[in-house]
């Protein structure tokens, strides 16, 4: 049985394999683009759109990848490795945009919690409440997140553990896990 909303609110640690098969996605929502930007500054660090081939040097300091589809089809399908330059971590403020679509059903109570960690230990939750999503629409949901003051320890500790950093991205509708998917982060001084 899928971990309910509460239940997800207390993990500590990122979770062993995904909560959720890909077939709990009855609604067919598909991600179409992500962009994350620092939000003093409105600078983009982050930019990808699944709908279109990117530039040549386009993001070349920001590459997402995907485990091997020959390791694990399901978790190349879920999973996201970022690079990041190090001084990403110095941003207090980001913002992101998602562009996605919904299927043939109203998707009513759309949610989002994600659950950041680092060495198995909690260090950051979010927690974004769409609300409704019209059958067959394209939507975009933007979010403003306030990153956690870092040490200068910390910070060297993160950049020297290449993706030790991970989170795991829940997906409800009216209160049902739909969707599970996580990320992992490197941050390249």
């Known amino acids: 049985m899928p971990p309910s909303v509460e239940e997800v609110l207390t993990y500590s640690k990122p979770t062993e394999g995904f909560c959720v098969p890909l077939s709990a996605n009855t609604y067919n929502i598909v991600f179409h683009s992500f962009k994350i930007r620092d939000m003093e500054n409105n600078k ?103 990153l956690p003051e870092l040490t200068k320890e910390a910070e060297a500790e993160i950049i020297a553990n290449p993706f030790g950093t991970k989170s795991d991205s829940f997906y409800f509708v009216d209160g049902e896990l739909v969707m599970h998917n996580k990320a992992e982060y490197a941050y390249n001084a």
């Open 44 to 146: 983009c660090l982050f930019e990808i759109d699944g709908d279109k081939e990117p530039e040549a040097g386009e993001n070349q300091s920001q590459v997402a990848t995907h485990p091997s589809v020959d390791e694990d089809p399901e978790a190349a399908v879920r999973t996201i490795r970022y690079n990041f330059a190090s001084d990403f971590l110095k941003c207090k403020t980001i913002g992101t945009k998602l562009v996605f679509s919904v299927g043939e059903k109203p998707v009513p109570n759309f949610r989002m919690i994600e659950r950041h960690y680092f060495k198995e230990k909690l260090i950051k939750s979010f927690d974004f409440a769409f609300g409704f999503c019209i059958p067959n629409s394209t939507n975009s949901w933007e979010a403003i997140y306030d």
